[in-house]
């Protein structure tokens, strides 16, 4: 089965230490996206991605990494210079759909980060 | 900046009722509008609107795009107390790589 996996599905760590969320895709998508969840808020982009070894800050990308090194995988990394890191953490994907040259963006189940 | 707005942020209905939910977007070189439905994980996908599309109908949902109001409906008839869900908006632009996301409509559907 294609699709996008996460894990792990829930995440506790102490204030101070960095944790690496990771994101798997076996959809040949080029195209891949991290964003941030909180409640009222709907979804915020941390980091993207066009290409392999290549990424592009999102609009809030402070006190978070990524790399990309293989196509299949965009791990974010939350460090401990980010000053809120509670969080849902959505890893998506995105492919051109039909002939109007939009884009469809497809999710992976997300990460729930808890920091203590 | 581009960004897209919805309303209500909230809305409590009963089963049988008819909902519509409200999404207004302001986009550069506008080419899409998307509405996902989110029950505690990651968003599926419902609906795609372009200006070759402007009006989708799945069941018991429905989705319109206005383009000269820069605006779209999401209608939901005889709601059930499985379409309690966050309902989110997003666009997307020719050349943009980012999709904006709206903050979402939370709907609880009562029994």
């Known amino acids: 089965d294609g699709g996008i996996t996460q894990s792990p599905k829930y995440l506790f760590r102490k204030e101070g230490q960095n944790v690496t969320l990771s994101c798997e895709q076996n959809?040949?998508?080029?195209?891949m996206y991290w964003y941030r969840q909180d409640p009222g808020q709907g979804l915020r982009l941390i980091y993207y991605?066009?290409?392999?070894?290549?990424?592009q800050k999102g609009d809030i990308a402070e006190g978070y990494s990524v790399s990309r090194e293989k196509k299949e995988s965009f791990p974010l990394t939350v460090t401990s210079a980010q000053k809120n890191p509670t969080a849902f953490y959505l890893c998506a994907s995105r492919i051109r759909a039909g002939t109007s040259g939009a884009y469809e963006q497809y999710f992976g189940p997300g990460t729930r980060l808890t920091v203590t | 900046e581009d960004k897209v707005v919805q309303s209500p942020l909230s809305l409590v209905v009963h089963e049988g009722d008819t909902v519509t939910l409200n999404c207004s977007y302001e986009v550069t070189n506008f080419r899409s509008l998307l509405w996902y439905k989110q029950e505690k994980k990651a968003p599926t996908f419902l609906f795609m609107l372009?200006?070759?599309?402007i009006e989708k109908k799945s069941g018991r949902l429905s989705s319109i795009l206005d383009k000269k109001e820069l605006s779209s409906i999401l209608n939901i008839t005889a709601t059930q107390t499985g379409d309690s869900a966050i309902y989110l908006c997003a666009t997307d632009a020719a050349g943009g790589f980012k999709t904006i996301f709206g903050a979402g409509t939370r709907l609880f559907v009562k029994a």
């Open positions: 959809l040949n998508h080029d195209a």
């Open positions: 991605s066009q290409i392999v070894n290549d990424f």
């Open positions: 372009t200006s070759s599309g």
